[in-house]
């Protein structure tokens, strides 16, 4: 009986394995521990040059960086940390940032991005829209030639 227990405890854990969370080739615990050198050599050429011009020097990145880490250690463990608002849509996802919620500006409003694993190397203007993506409708008088035949009502 114990034996049929322990194969079943293991069968469920096989089931429930995530998939672990690599970025070319190194895991995320590694990358949470890579210099900004190291973080330079796997990001693409954009990000390097990005990095290369001073990315992380200029004052409102160090500013949003602050707030970003002082929000996520005032939040509880298993909570998420506040919203951290922001303009900078040209900042470059660093592995510091996992985790944390960022208010991006979109032109408008601030648009809540969840900022994951997957977006290292990314911009946080990608993750948020500035247009209103268009919505066809019917074609209205003079779209086309054969729009003078659509009844007006």
Do not use: W
Request: aromatic fraction near 6%.
């Amino acid at each position: 009986a114990d034996e049929e227990e322990q194969e079943r405890v293991q069968e469920l854990k096989k089931k429930r394995t995530f998939r672990k969370f690599t970025f070319r080739g190194i895991d995320l615990e590694a990358m949470l521990d890579l210099t900004n050198e190291q973080l330079m050599d796997i990001l693409h050429a954009r990000a390097r040059r990005c990095f290369n011009r001073g990315l992380l020097l200029r004052r409102p990145v160090k500013q949003l960086k602050k707030k970003l880490m002082k929000a996520k250690k005032e939040c509880g463990a298993y909570d998420k940390p506040d919203v951290v608002k922001t303009h900078l849509r040209n900042m470059l996802v660093i592995p510091e940032m996992i985790g944390s919620v960022v208010g991006v500006h979109n032109g408008k409003v601030f648009t809540s991005v969840e900022v994951k694993a997957d977006m290292v190397g990314h911009y946080l203007g990608e993750f948020s829209i500035t247009y209103k993506p268009v919505r066809h409708g019917r074609p209205g008088i003079g779209a086309t030639s054969s729009s003078k035949f659509i009844p007006l009502k």
